[in-house]
């Protein structure tokens, strides 16, 4: 008897090279067993049980799931779905939209919620390590979510964890959630991802979310333009794995320098904790600043995102804006991850 691996990726039979024939005669079969299992899961398969670390564990057909599904929740369709699960929120570094959002739609959706934020009254100041704590708080909870500020904590915390762990940010590296967000936001107003043209400015060095989102927009192809100082460039590697993923990129230093419209502009601060030598901050800092006489250089129709905080990038009076969905993009942090939590935890 000859075993045969087919690999399967996010629902999708994959070719086996070594054996094409076998793969040729058993493919009908392997496809409808793995369509009934979709269909069956709701197709939740890819998420129930699961951890997101990174954009890079979601393709297209995932993020459009996570859409279709914020959408429900937000129009109302699922209610009470967290009853009788509990989140554990880690947030070794500070935050503010990130974990009330969490908190709000756990609680919003009637779960519960532990944990902390900053180390000082936990273990960690004792010398406890990070694979301990995790190791500790899955047995106390039915989901983490953590914030770190070393890259590739939060996929050593998914290794070791007996429970989902959603990543909330580790480092420079991912911010997968937010990214759910700025793409369901950008769908409200704009149902063709593929069809848009979308601005980042400021710090693309540093900046998690403009590299989550910068990957997961060239998934639709969407056109991208890069502005910021030289400094703080959208690094080479992302820079090159979104081009093979067929966006075409344009960069420049100046907002001035666009020679067409855009129908986003997602503005980021310069991140100064980031920075490892202050006189490089100082170089950058205060490079762009929004203001309405921008905004209408800019086009009449383009929409400003942030993920916020801001410092003074973009002027108060700019608020007023019908322009400017930031706020909205944050307040759509409960609906998205309360989608999100209902979707890991298998009850959506």
Not at 22 to 35: D, G
Not at 53 to 73: A, G, H, P, W, Y
């Amino acid at each position: 008897m000859r075993l045969v691996r087919i690999r399967v990726q996010h629902g999708h039979l994959i070719n086996c090279r070594k054996h094409p024939a076998v793969f040729e005669k058993l493919q009908p079969a392997l496809s409808i067993e793995i369509a009934t299992q979709k269909n069956i899961g709701g197709e939740n398969m890819y998420f129930n049980g699961k951890s997101i670390v990174s954009i890079r564990d979601v393709d297209k057909d995932m993020f459009q799931k996570i859409i279709v599904t914020t959408k429900e929740v937000k129009d109302g369709k699922h209610t009470g779905f967290l009853a009788g699960k509990l989140l554990s929120t880690l947030f070794f570094e500070p935050s503010t939209r990130t974990r009330l959002s969490f908190e709000s739609a756990m609680k919003y959706m009637g779960g519960g919620v532990i944990g902390f934020t900053g180390t000082e009254f936990t273990s960690v100041k004792k010398g406890e390590t990070l694979s301990d704590t995790i190791k500790t708080v899955s047995g106390y909870c039915d989901v983490i979510v953590i914030r770190h500020p070393v890259e590739g904590a939060a996929r050593l915390a998914s290794e070791v964890s007996d429970v989902p762990v959603i990543n909330a940010g580790d480092g420079a590296n991912q911010h997968p959630t937010q990214t759910f967000l700025d793409l369901f936001t950008m769908n409200e107003f704009f149902t063709d991802l593929s069809g848009i043209r979308v601005g980042f400015l400021g710090d693309l060095k540093y900046g998690r979310t403009v590299h989550s989102l910068a990957y997961a927009l060239s998934l639709y192809k969407t056109p991208l333009w890069f502005v910021s100082p030289d400094l703080l460039r959208m690094p080479g590697y992302l820079v090159e794995e979104i081009k093979a993923n067929g966006s075409q990129i344009h960069e420049y230093n100046e907002l001035d320098e666009l020679s067409e419209p855009l129908d986003v502009l997602y503005a980021t601060r310069i991140q100064k904790e980031r920075f490892g030598d202050m006189q490089e901050y100082e170089r950058v800092a205060g490079t762009y600043r929004i203001t309405k006489e921008v905004v209408g250089a800019l086009g009449k129709d383009v929409k400003l995102m942030h993920p916020l905080p801001r410092l003074d990038e973009i002027a108060g009076e700019v608020d007023e804006l019908e322009n400017a969905i930031y706020f909205r993009q944050a307040h759509n942090g409960i609906p998205v991850r309360q989608a999100v939590l209902g979707l890991v935890l298998g009850v959506l």
